[in-house]
């Protein structure tokens, strides 16, 4: 299951009103000497403590990567279900649990907060932390809005803030490992990116196939892709729930690079499935396979013209070499995360998922729901 198709599952914000801390609130903290507003608990020695607002589907991973980081802890986590909370209390009896939302934002001992909500959440949860002056780390999509994500940013800029948006999949290994071969020129000229991403369900009331599923591959070709999009076509479909359960995206670059995005909630089987093409190389990524998940192709196509008693000849030649799996890193993606975006805090670096990166994605999003609306139309970004 994509983490996000079960947000809706995750914590909603209460109002101060609605207070109801049911365990003690952790022990002090003391300031690292020279380390300006950094605190760690006393007895652990942690740098950085950490407030999770959500504990649905993916908010028990974000604690459980976050404890297990050598520079953070978990000091609190929020969510207004009581079922939710009472398996934090027995999962980590020593992190507070509460249901008051302010409990997390302006607690003087949370560094970091982290939003792991439904996305119409977002803005004002990650607005709120940041304004009490902590770091953010967001669920993805980043906002609902580009306007959104760029008060985000601004934001976190004047407050010399860190953002980062969840986009898990660029710390996996497979990823890692295509942005290796792109970068080494292995594939050659990139023609096409094509993925199929499809399941059945989880159906969502809040957002559309797009919104729950494409940011994995949009968060990807950004990632890994040469050069900016220039313009979406989208198509889709509203069949069971009044939003799109199946949608057709595919995104224009420069020099004829093209891609296609394939996302579906009414698929009889879940497909996880990328090809990546260039003038050298192929490569496919199979997520669901246990082992050789990237393959790569030495197969090609060469056109070789040739002139023959006057007559021009156009001649096709095929290229079908050895293939090959290359070895994938096997660490949790989510704990290379989290670690990294404690590793850019101290070093005062941007993560390579800040901000910045949501707000492209997001942009993309809201162009392709502008295509959708327009049955096909092309928007330029």
């Known amino acids: 299951m994509d983490k996000s198709a079960a947000m809706a599952a995750s914590a909603h914000p209460v ?86 939302i302010n409990e997390v934002l302006k607690s003087p001992n949370v560094d970091v907060v982290a939003v792991v909500t439904p996305v119409w959440t977002h803005f004002e949860l990650a607005k709120a932390a940041l304004e009490n002056g902590k770091h953010v780390f967001v669920e993805k999509p980043f906002t609902a809005t580009a306007e959104q994500a760029e008060q985000l940013i601004e934001l976190a800029e004047r407050r010399n803030l860190k953002i980062m948006v969840d986009h898990t999949f660029l710390f996996t290994g497979a990823v890692r490992k295509m942005k290796h071969l792109i970068d080494a020129g292995e594939l050659g000229e990139l023609f096409y990116y094509d993925s199929t991403r499809v399941n059945l369900g989880l159906f969502q009331h809040d957002v559309n196939v797009v919104w729950d599923l494409a940011p994995h591959d949009l968060s990807i070709m950004d990632y890994l892709l040469p050069g900016s999009p220039q313009a979406i076509v989208a198509t889709g479909q ?34 996880r499935t990328t090809m990546v093409g260039g003038g050298k190389k192929m490569l496919m990524w ?96």
């Not at 504990?55 to 520079?71: A, T």
């Not at 393959?295 to 001649?315: I, S």
């Not at 090959?324 to 660490?331: G, K, L, V």
């Not at 005062?348 to 729901?369: F, S």
Request: charged share 25%; with cysteine; proline share 5%.
């Open 15 to 100: 109002d101060a009103a609605s207070v109801d801390v049911v365990k003690p609130k952790p022990p002090g903290f003391a300031v690292i000497p020279g380390a300006g507003d950094l605190r760690v608990r006393r007895a652990e020695k942690k740098a950085f403590s950490v407030g999770v607002i959500g504990y649905g589907y993916w908010g028990p991973n974000i604690v459980r990567n976050f404890q297990l980081q050598d520079q953070s802890e978990v000091a609190v986590v929020c969510d207004r279900r009581p079922e939710a909370l009472a398996k934090v209390a027995r999962n980590y009896p020593n992190v507070e649990i509460t249901t008051d």
């Open 238 to 271: 509203k069949h069971v729930n009044g939003v799109e359960d199946i949608a057709f995206l595919t995104v224009y670059y420069p020099n004829k690079l093209i891609a296609h995005i394939n996302v579906n909630w009414l698929s009889p089987v879940k497909v």
């Open 286 to 381: 199979n997520d669901l396979e246990s082992d050789e998940k990237i393959k790569v192709y030495d197969r090609g196509v060469q056109m070789n013209a040739q002139t023959r008693e006057g007559v021009y000849d156009l001649l096709v030649s095929y290229r079908s070499g050895d293939m090959w799996a290359p070895q994938i890193e096997s660490t949790e993606a989510l704990k290379l995360e989290l670690g990294y975006f404690t590793q850019c805090i101290m070093d005062n670096k941007q993560p390579i998922n800040d901000g910045q990166a949501g707000l492209r994605i997001v942009k993309m999003l809201q162009a392709t729901d502008e295509s959708l609306r327009h049955h096909g139309d092309q928007i330029r970004l």
